[in-house]
């Protein structure tokens, strides 16, 4: 059973910092594409960017140069590093992890999108 556990999220300042994290398990975490997604009160889900299993990196305009994605396949985690934070980042942040198509127990299986439970970012003075 895949399960991602997020953490990392909470109250900062503008201008400041936080690092959320992405754990998972259940699953070959290095074969997969992980991407960020964040939702804020009343607006829709956007991508915050996303790193492929090759570990290239790619990311929405309203955060590039301020946000980092990386990853430790040898601790299957996943990083958001958030500098610079504005009070328009504050929304409820969510990792996916994709795991690709291929044989698994036996049965071709399309890709499949695995979501973390969210974490809360409040950036606020």
């Known amino acids: 059973q895949v399960q991602l556990l997020e953490s990392g999220g909470g109250l900062v300042q503008p201008g400041g910092s936080l690092r959320l994290s992405c754990a998972a398990s259940g699953i070959i975490f290095s074969t997969c594409e992980i991407s960020w997604d964040r939702q804020a009160p009343g607006l829709q889900r956007e991508l915050v960017g996303t790193?492929?299993?090759?570990?290239?990196?790619n990311y929405a305009v309203a955060v590039k140069g301020r946000f980092t994605i990386s990853r430790d396949n040898a601790k299957n985690t996943a990083y958001l590093q958030m500098d610079s934070l504005k009070p328009e980042d504050t929304a409820v942040y969510y990792c996916?992890?994709?795991?690709?198509?291929?044989?698994?127990?036996?049965?071709?299986?399309?890709?499949?999108?695995?979501w973390g439970q969210g974490t809360q970012v409040t950036v606020a003075s």
């Open positions: 996916n992890v994709r795991r690709p198509s291929g044989m698994y127990s036996g049965r071709f299986s399309g890709a499949t999108d695995y």
């Open positions: 790193i492929t299993s090759g570990g290239t990196t």
